[in-house]
């Protein structure tokens, strides 16, 4: 059986002398697993389009319980993440996101489109990357089914004052109001990002701004919130945050 599709490579593993194993994600399909066979050879033709985060266009034969690529045309190779690895670190976090998220064979076009919008904006240097970031992770989030209650206070149910948010509960609480387990500081400004993230559509996702020390708070808490309620680390993420200490180790 042969079946096209655009997938997003989410990730390659090499196998054997010349072939990857590919984790995809498509809109209509979900997160399926093929084999490219001989992509790694110089003559491949599917090679460049079964690269880690790249959109292609494939045409798949199934045989066995598994998927083969047949063919393969670049659709996006998003090239400004391969010409900046910290970019391109930060896309692979969002690729391993997309994995631990997505489920088998089940449509997924809005984490696709969250997926391709945000490498887009990355690779195209649109906006700032911890914004992009923070945006990403909280609306990943939302869509996998762990929206955050922001509307008022989890205590008083008031508009928040001194607003801080807790990973674990996934809501937010006025400084002054009882709650339990820790919290992280967040402002009405990082706040107003969040409700903003939360609700906004899919294009405008990331037409927002904010200050400087918004924004870092805003992407501090995101993350936390994608890792206490995912429950795994990232090893992606360490790996860009060992790549962004040393840039600024280096610029000091």
Request: contains cysteine.
């Amino acid at each position: 059986m042969f079946k096209t599709i655009k997938a997003l490579v989410l990730r390659e593993v090499h196998y054997k002398e010349a072939d990857r194993i590919l984790t995809l994600l498509s809109a209509g399909e979900g997160k399926l697993t093929a084999k490219a066979r001989g992509a790694l050879r110089k003559s491949s033709r599917t090679g460049a389009a079964t690269q880690q985060l790249t959109y292609a266009e494939m045409t798949l034969f199934y045989n066995r319980g598994k998927w083969t690529v047949n063919e393969a045309t670049v659709l996006e190779g998003f090239d400004g993440l391969r010409a900046n690895l910290e970019a391109f670190a930060l896309g692979s976090y969002f690729a391993e996101c997309l994995e631990a998220l997505s489920v088998e064979d089940e449509p997924e076009e809005e984490l696709m489109q969250l997926g391709l919008n945000s490498l887009y904006a990355l690779s195209r240097a649109l906006y700032d990357p911890q914004l992009i970031k923070a945006a990403f992770e909280l609306r990943l989030m939302c869509l996998a089914g762990y929206a955050p209650e922001l509307s008022g206070c989890a205590s008083c149910g008031e508009e928040p004052q001194e607003p801080v948010f807790s990973p674990m509960e996934g809501r937010v609480y006025c400084q002054a109001c009882p709650r339990d387990g820790g919290t992280l500081a967040l402002g009405a400004e990082a706040l107003a990002a969040m409700r903003y993230i939360a609700s906004a559509p899919a294009k405008k996702l990331f037409s927002f701004s904010l200050s400087d020390p918004a924004l870092h708070t805003l992407s501090a808490v995101t993350e936390s919130y994608l890792l206490r309620q995912t429950e795994r680390r990232y090893g992606t993420l360490d790996y860009y945050k060992q790549l962004m200490n040393t840039q600024l180790e280096f610029r000091t």
